[in-house]
């Protein structure tokens, strides 16, 4: 038998093996691939599932900022440099916005119509915002834009602005907010009225007080004497209707201990009179001219003066 005979067979054995052990290995890459390839699809569908979920969920989102920008319309961020008070008793104000963002005011003035209005929202530091008012913009340049307070400022409003984070203008606010803050200004004025009433009569009642006390201070001087006295002024005014009436009920406490002293004098006197007036009478009586019909006198002894029996 030729060589190639005995070796052929060996090399076709060993052929056959190598063939069988790379079909296998390529049956074992082919079903890992596969095994990867539905993986790989499986996460896809997965993966387009969330994606279209969160589609969905960022159009709901929008749908909701439409819904929510819509009462509002276009929004303006002005830094605390494009904001100018101009005049403060009629809230007028300049705002830095140029001539793409003044697009809209420029439309209006250019077709002759009325400015449009905007809405003026104070920034705060943290994020917040404080509400400024409705204003009408009054005239329109290429980089600035001038408004005015709609209604008349409150005293003192305009001053009490700050620009130090800047001014957000919208174009427009919800039609709820423009009837709670029209009810609210209206509570403010009347409130603001009630303020001005109650001060103007508290006015008057200070001045009230004010001559009340410039009446009591002349009758307590009236009273306790003038430190201050005009010229010509008599000693009871120096001294005080007080001194003067403690003085004047001195003098009278002497006149009644004197007029007391009198009438006793006086008593004494009249008595001696009697009794001498009686004693000329007895006397009388022992004459021989005396009349029986003499009139009677008064005893002696415990008469008083008319004076004595008041």
Do not use: C
Not at 44 to 51: C, G, I, K, Y
Not at 256 to 273: A, C, G, I, P, T
């Amino acid at each position: 038998m030729h060589w190639l005979g005995k070796v052929l067979p060996w090399v076709i054995g060993v052929l056959a093996l190598v063939a069988w052990v790379l079909t296998s290995m390529l049956y074992d890459a082919q079903g890992a691939w596969q095994q990867r390839v539905e993986e790989r699809l499986a996460k896809r569908d997965q993966l387009a599932e969330q994606l279209r979920q969160k589609s969905l969920a960022v159009a709901n989102l929008e749908a909701d900022v439409n819904r929510t920008m819509m009462p509002w319309g276009r929004a303006w961020e002005l830094g605390p440099q494009q904001v100018q008070l101009l005049d403060a008793a009629t809230g007028k104000i300049l705002l830095g916005i140029g001539p793409t963002n003044a697009e809209f005011a420029l439309r209006e003035s250019s077709q002759g119509r009325q400015l449009p209005e905007v809405f003026l929202f104070e920034k705060n530091a943290d994020g917040t915002s404080k509400y400024m008012g409705a204003f009408r913009v009054t005239a329109v340049e290429p980089d600035r834009v001038t408004a005015q307070l709609i209604r008349q400022p409150f005293p003192g409003e305009a001053e009490q602005w700050q620009a130090a984070d800047g001014v957000r203008v919208w174009e427009s606010i919800p039609s709820d907010w423009r009837a709670l803050h029209s009810e609210l200004q209206a509570q403010l004025a009347i409130a603001q009225h009630q303020v001005i009433d109650h001060e103007a009569r508290l006015a008057i009642q200070r001045k009230m007080v004010a001559e009340s006390q410039k009446q009591l201070e002349r009758r307590v001087a009236q009273l306790q004497g003038n430190a201050n006295p005009i010229e010509g002024a008599g000693q009871d005014t120096l001294d005080g209707l007080v001194l003067a009436l403690r003085k004047e009920e001195t003098t009278r406490n002497e006149q009644l201990f004197v007029l007391n002293q009198l009438r006793h004098e006086f008593n004494s006197k009249y008595n001696l009179l009697m009794e001498l007036l009686e004693q000329n009478r007895v006397l009388a009586g022992q004459l021989p001219e005396a009349e029986s019909d003499e009139p009677s006198r008064p005893a002696v002894g415990d008469r008083q003066s008319p004076l004595l029996q008041r």
